[in-house]
């Protein structure tokens, strides 16, 4: 059966807080009619990407985003990106490929 994106939004915070895998997954939540391929397929998804998508250029799209903010949004260098000096209020996730 398909996985909804409530129960994927379910099995990513799982995953990522507990480290439950496919198994552990199907075990825990029995009243779910998800198959073991679809949860190892959203799994691998969420493990390259970082998101439930699976879509890279989605991703890097978000992470220009991202850095365009952390460029534009500087109170003392406006547009003007320093590299690691930059001190940020905030974590940011950064994006491999």
Not at 16 to 31: A, H
Not at 33 to 48: A, C, F, M, Q, Y
Not at 69 to 96: A, M, Y
């Amino acid at each position: 059966m398909k996985i909804l994106q409530e129960d994927a939004i379910q099995i990513k915070n799982l995953y990522l807080s507990k480290q439950y895998g496919s198994r552990r997954l199907l075990n825990e939540l029995p009243s779910k009619s998800w198959e073991l391929g679809s949860i190892d397929s959203l799994l691998k998804r969420i493990r390259k990407t970082g998101t439930m998508s699976g879509n890279q250029a989605a991703v890097d799209r978000v992470c220009r985003a991202a850095v365009k903010d952390l460029v534009l949004n500087q109170e003392d260098k406006p547009k003007r990106l320093v590299g690691s000096r930059i001190k940020l209020p905030f974590s940011v996730q950064v994006c491999t490929r």
